[in-house]
Structures are given as structure tokens and as C-alpha cells.
């Protein structure tokens, strides 16, 4: 996923305050008004670009519809 340069600078500043807080926060995404992940943030996102994995049970077009549906 590529974030535009003001959406980057907010999952930064999201992603500096998990990693500060520790191991017991998690980051919550959310799409479509439904949780779809809380992940453990282990570093910082210092760019734009953000990798996110699925479950094999999990279909990843569905998710991308939906990000793209907002």
C-alpha cells in the first residue's frame, strides 16, 4: 500500500507512538467501519510504502476492494 505524503506522515506519527508505548499497544486497521487487524508495531514507518500480509483464510482482493471503496 502507498500512502499520499500527508497519510504517510500520519502513519508515521502513529506508528512512533506504538512503538514508544511498547508491546502491550496494538495498531488497529480498520476498513469498511470493521476491524480487520491489531498488530504489534516492532518499528517506526519511516516511508510510504506499508506491506500488509493476510491469513490464507482471508481473501486479499476483498481487502483491497474495500480500502479502495473507503
Known sequence: MTFTEDGAVVFNALTVKAVQAGDSVRLIIKIGGEI????????AMESGHV?????PDD???KIVDL????
Do not use: L, R
Open 36 to 43: 480487520q487487524a491489531a498488530v504489534v508495531v516492532m518499528e
Open 51 to 55: 506491506q500488509i500480509s493476510v491469513s
Open 59 to 61: 481473501n486479499a482482493q
Open 67 to 70: 480500502i479502495h471503496k473507503g
